[in-house]
């Protein structure tokens, strides 16, 4: 009898148990079918981001850029130094278009048509947003002012950190012209900061 009673026990555990861990099983569904989507941005292009920053007050950032190396990156794939390297790698087609050169040489190269801006093209080459991310959430004064007075986090608008494992995506063996790659000197380069009065005031 006390065996029986003992087995009535056991199952009703069990049947609690099992209850138990379906309800938690169906919250834990919950959970994941409410978690929110990540946040996608979209690229909006160079001309978005120059007016904001061609004044030297703020640090001329757009001219650096422009008299660099990044700016000319597509313009480049048309030298005779690239032509004549395309014949040697044999691409088949000519590198201002082969997909061979084109994700070092362009911004955001491979990224679908519809997070990208029509404003960003081919011929601006590798320009702010390959390094700094797709600006869509961050080109605006109003967000660039609260960033630099530190009230808005980089990574809640899509601003990417400028490091050395972002750089060596490109910047690495795989390239037919590379060249040792030194991270310090070569960000040091085309640094265009904001001015020490900027910073202070962020300060």
């Known amino acids: 009898m006390r065996f029986l009673k003992l087995l009535a026990v056991l199952v009703a555990m ?5 209850v138990g861990t379906m309800c938690s099983d169906q919250e834990e569904a919950k959970t994941e079918k409410i978690k929110a989507p990540e946040k996608v941005f979209s690229y909006v292009g160079y001309k978005k981001c120059k007016p904001c920053h061609l004044g030297s007050k703020i640090g001329a950032q757009s001219k650096v850029w422009e008299s660099g190396p990044h700016a000319k990156a597509f313009a480049e794939l048309a030298s005779e130094q690239s032509l004549e390297l395309a014949k040697k790698l044999e691409l088949k087609t000519e590198p201002q278009k082969a997909a061979e050169c084109l994700p070092c040489h362009v911004t955001a190269y491979g990224v679908p048509d519809s997070l990208k801006s029509e404003r960003l093209t081919y011929e601006e080459g590798v320009s702010c947003e390959a390094c700094h991310g797709p600006g869509s959430d961050y ?34 063996k795989n390239s037919p012209t590379y ?13 265009h900061p904001y001015p020490p009065e900027e910073t202070e005031k962020k300060e």
């Open 14 to 18: 069990g049947l609690i148990f099992a």
């Open 139 to 172: 080109w605006s004064n109003k967000v660039m002012k609260a960033l630099r007075a530190g009230t808005q986090d980089r990574k809640e608008v899509g601003l990417w950190d400028q490091t050395e494992e972002l750089c060596v995506t490109c910047h690495n």
């Open 179 to 191: 060249k040792p790659f030194k991270f310090k000197e070569a960000v040091q380069a085309i640094a």
